[in-house]
């Protein structure tokens, strides 16, 4: 598996020789535990993320230690990981551990490297995707060994590379943070940060205060099973399926649900939480959500729907938005009915053109952010790749300056490729 290493001092064993499969079970009262590619093996309830619960049978899950690795399901696409806390996780995923005095940390960047990716490929009985790993077939699989003191070298090199790359992401959603706060101080003026007693008073006087229903119109139109399946997202707006990660529950029927046009605002089950969004693509999604549109006479103010992308998305307006839910079971949708009475603001042109310039920055920024980010994650990876499989040496010494890296953001037009 590895080979061209530009050292001798390293050894090379059987996976068995070096690691213990743990199987112990009947600890129903410890914490659920999940295996995550980007975080490692967590508790659950600080995950953040929805996952399959367990609740019953909990005495028939794996114990897991801290520093122990966990095989998932989806270890053949992401590594095995290791696990951060004591608990408990599925019998369908196998645990293990160091026999030998090794540095845990080190197997921890070489079971998320590309050659040890490609091992567990090999490793696989079947076709079907999501299949565990086998461990039997692992298990006679030779790994390196590297001296504990350049195990320790490696760790510490590594781990200071990996916190330079999250500093530099820090830096960049700042920048972000920024440019959303000013986003925001445009949208309320200074009063969004005062207490008023009137919702209306958030505004400025000078604007037209009106209900939403002389604003906008409801669509509700259906049969459009040709066009793609949206996912409305919090953090994303409205999304085709087919381009994210992500498991949504997929319709097998599409006659019944609801078109949403460029432009459109949807309420789904979650705008309780988290706003209204705005759709800048054409789809279907569920016929549970609401979906409205501006009027014609408002359409003429150019840009008006960026200013109502950021007021129906505002901490405030959220906080509107529940008073018309209050006692509504939690994830009950938000109909046309319930919105249609709100008050709300229509700005003056010279307010709704700042805004939108700030969101054309805004969009800029993040499109920039996430090359830049894409781009320092994949040198961190071949650079881990390199230096665990020793085909790189990590330096015995390196300078421990502060981690200076600039916060400004130059023009996406000067990365044109990666």
Not at 36 to 50: E, M, N, T
Not at 66 to 91: A, N, Q
Not at 218 to 244: C, M, Y
Not at 314 to 321: A, E, H, K, N, T
């Amino acid at each position: 598996m590895y080979t061209n290493q530009i050292t001798d001092d390293w050894e090379y064993i059987k996976f068995k020789y070096l690691f213990e499969e743990r199987k112990t079970k009947g600890f129903p009262n410890e914490p659920l535990l999940v295996a995550s590619q980007d975080k490692g093996v967590v508790l659950k309830d600080s995950y953040g993320r929805r996952t399959t619960t367990a609740t019953k049978d909990l005495h028939l899950l794996k114990l897991v230690h801290k520093r122990d690795f966990v095989i998932s399901l989806r270890s053949f696409e992401g590594g095995i990981e290791i696990s951060y806390e004591r608990g408990i996780i599925s019998p369908a995923y196998t645990v293990f551990f160091p026999k030998k005095n090794v540095n845990s940390y080190y197997y921890k960047h070489l079971f998320k490297s590309h050659s040890f990716i490609a091992l567990l490929k090999t490793c696989v009985t079947g076709i079907r995707e999501g299949q565990n790993i086998d461990y039997n077939i692992i298990k006679d699989e030779y790994i390196p060994i590297p001296p504990i003191e350049t195990q320790n070298l490696i760790v510490a090199y590594l781990d200071r590379k990996e916190r330079q790359i999250k500093k530099f992401i820090r830096n960049k959603r700042e920048l972000l943070s920024l440019t959303e706060n000013q986003l925001y101080a445009l949208v309320f003026g200074t009063k969004g940060q005062q207490e008023v007693k009137e919702w209306e008073d958030l505004f400025d006087k000078n604007w037209e205060i009106k209900k939403g229903k002389w604003i906008f119109n409801e669509r509700n139109i259906k049969n459009h099973p040709n066009e793609r399946l949206l996912a409305a997202t919090q953090s994303r707006g409205l999304v085709f399926k087919d381009e994210i990660e992500e498991n949504y529950v997929t319709a097998t029927q599409t006659d019944g649900l609801k078109l949403v046009c460029n432009g459109d605002f949807v309420i789904s089950l979650r705008s309780f939480e988290g706003g209204i969004e705005l759709s800048e693509v054409q789809g279907i999604t569920s016929p549970a959500y609401t979906m409205f549109y501006l009027k014609d006479e408002y359409k003429k103010l150019k840009n008006l729907k960026y200013y109502y992308k950021y007021l129906f998305k505002s901490s405030q307006f959220i906080g509107l938005l529940n008073t018309v839910v209050s006692g509504i079971r939690e994830g009950k949708n938000i109909s046309f009915r319930d919105f249609r009475d709100l008050k709300i603001p229509i700005p003056d042109q010279k307010t709704i053109d700042s805004i939108y310039k700030l969101h054309i920055k805004l969009v800029d920024t993040k499109n920039l952010i996430k090359k830049e980010n894409e781009l320092s994650k994949n040198l961190l990876s071949t650079l881990i790749e390199n230096v665990v499989t020793g085909k790189l040496q990590a330096p015995k010494s390196f300078e421990k300056k502060p981690i200076t890296i600039s916060k400004a953001a130059e023009p996406a037009t000067t990365y044109k490729t990666l």
